[in-house]
């Protein structure tokens, strides 16, 4: 039974694991401040150094921005590849930090025990349980589990500048069977959740142009079009009265959830009362006949990002505008197609100009489609059992309103399908000041991967 004695060897080596988490935290790794440049690559060096040390073949390698971390080893079984960032977040404003930010602890808490500092959670604590599953294989059975590849990112919080270069340069190398990317959160506290689906954007903002120059309200307003209300009216008709998109063929590509995944849905104890209320909001405003879960999901979005025309300033000034604004986003899910999607909405407001009016488009802004896992592949019912196993509660396929970049780069560069495993809370604060992460998502996230290697790896 090697897994019942990696798992021992875990929970007796905790405060070791602890403490080098607490040694690469101390690195100010701060990707999008240049002052941080060298403490960057002094988080890439301390990660290569611990990963050679474990037997893997690893290195940094150069980009035109801060360092990757490549580190290899070879074994049977799939080849899988790990994905984690080293870098961090900013700690502006630092006076809320109750304390300082690079300087680590545990600090018990109402909810038990938490490593507190900037990155335990995003993203050097959620990586370094992968990092401990492997340590612990390695000192039970003398090797490390499977045919692994590490790949560590260094500007993750910055726009990730280098990644898609990165990605080609070293596709051959970087094409594996699966990803497995502990960057994300549990749906509710102790459920172990595995990020299926991710819902893709398409961004659009255009102009509305009326009159050849700005007018005099008392000399033209009547007989002028009024680009303010002839853009309020468009607006309204992008949705119907039960919060459809009314755009015409935009719901292609979209699909309705299956029954099998719905049922975890239900049962991933999500509470839409107070995820409601969190926003100051009684009910779900969106699409009917879906749950807010649902509608934040697998349900696409058209949403009005930003509105404005005309006077701005202080007291009034009796203007009718020449022309008036607006930013779109729409989430994306299924097969829906950006440039689909894109056509229909300019379509849409194109056919319903009034005489006189016409509409400018910002045409550099792109889109992205959804990133879907194909959650059919054996697995992923692995690590579900896996996880289950581990916190002794049904595991969930969830799906996630935003976007995680790098899935869906792993599919459209590689042809990877991902893993988004991760232990993170809600309440963890990534970003934020004082951010945290529970010393049970750090022990149990070490476990659970043990579990899942055991299953998936060679
Ligand atoms: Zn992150």
Redesign the pocket.
């Known amino acids: 039974m090697t897994l019942d004695a990696v798992l021992t060897h875990i929970d007796e080596t905790l405060p070791e694991a602890t403490e080098r988490l607490m040694e690469v935290l101390r690195i100010p790794s701060i990707s999008t401040d240049p002052a941080f440049k060298a403490d960057c690559a002094r988080a890439a060096d301390w990660m290569v150094a611990e990963l050679a040390a474990l037997g893997f073949k690893a290195e940094v390698r150069p980009t035109p921005g801060h360092p990757m971390v490549v580190a290899r080893h070879e074994g049977p079984g799939p080849h899988l590849l790990f994905y984690?960032?080293y870098d961090v977040q900013p700690v502006d404003p630092l006076n809320l930090w109750h304390r300082a930010p690079f300087e680590p602890a545990i600090e018990e808490t109402a909810n038990g025990p938490v490593i507190r500092g900037r990155g335990s959670s995003?993203?050097k604590g959620?990586l370094m349980t992968f990092v401990e599953a492997c340590r612990a294989y390695k000192a039970v059975t003398g090797t490390l589990p499977g045919n692994l590849t590490i790949f560590l990112e260094g500007e993750?919080?910055s726009g990730s500048p280098s990644l898609i270069p990165f990605l080609n340069q070293y596709k051959d190398e970087l094409s594996c069977d699966l990803a497995l990317i502990c960057?994300t959160g549990m749906v509710s506290p102790g459920v172990p959740s595995i990020a299926g689906q991710l819902r893709g954007m398409l961004k659009e903002e255009f102009t509305l142009h009326g009159p050849r120059i700005d007018l005099h309200s008392g000399h033209y307003g009547g007989p002028a079009l009024n680009p303010l209300r002839e853009i309020s009216k468009l607006i309204a008709s992008f949705h119907d009265e039960d919060g459809r998109v009314a755009v015409e063929g935009f719901y292609e590509g979209v699909h309705e959830v299956p029954a099998e995944l719905k049922r975890q849905w239900e049962n991933c104890g999500f509470d839409e009362h107070e995820y409601l209320a969190h926003a100051g909001m009684t009910v779900a405003h969106g699409e009917k006949g879906y749950t807010a879960l649902e509608q934040q999901w697998a349900r696409p979005t058209l949403e009005i990002n930003g509105l404005w025309g005309g006077y701005q300033g202080a007291g009034s000034k009796t203007v009718i505008p020449a022309e008036a604004h607006c930013k779109i986003t729409c989430r994306l899910v299924g097969d829906m197609d950006p440039t689909h999607v894109r056509a229909a909405v300019r379509r849409h407001v194109e056919a319903r100009l009034p005489t006189d009016a016409r509409v400018t488009w910002d045409s550099d802004i792109d889109g992205a489609p959804a990133a879907v896992m194909d959650t059919s592949r054996p697995e992923f019912e692995a690590a579900r059992q896996a996880l289950s196993d581990e916190w002794n509660r049904e595991a969930v396929i969830v799906g996630m309103g935003g976007s995680i970049p790098i899935a869906y780069y792993f599919k459209t560069i590689l042809g990877m399908d991902a893993l988004l495993i991760g232990y993170a809370n809600d309440d963890d604060a990534?970003h934020s000041p004082n951010e945290k992460y529970d010393v049970k998502s750090f022990h149990k996230g070490i476990r659970s991967w043990a579990r899942v290697l055991d299953r998936i790896a060679g």
């Open positions: 984690g960032h995003d993203d959620q993750e919080e960057d990534i």
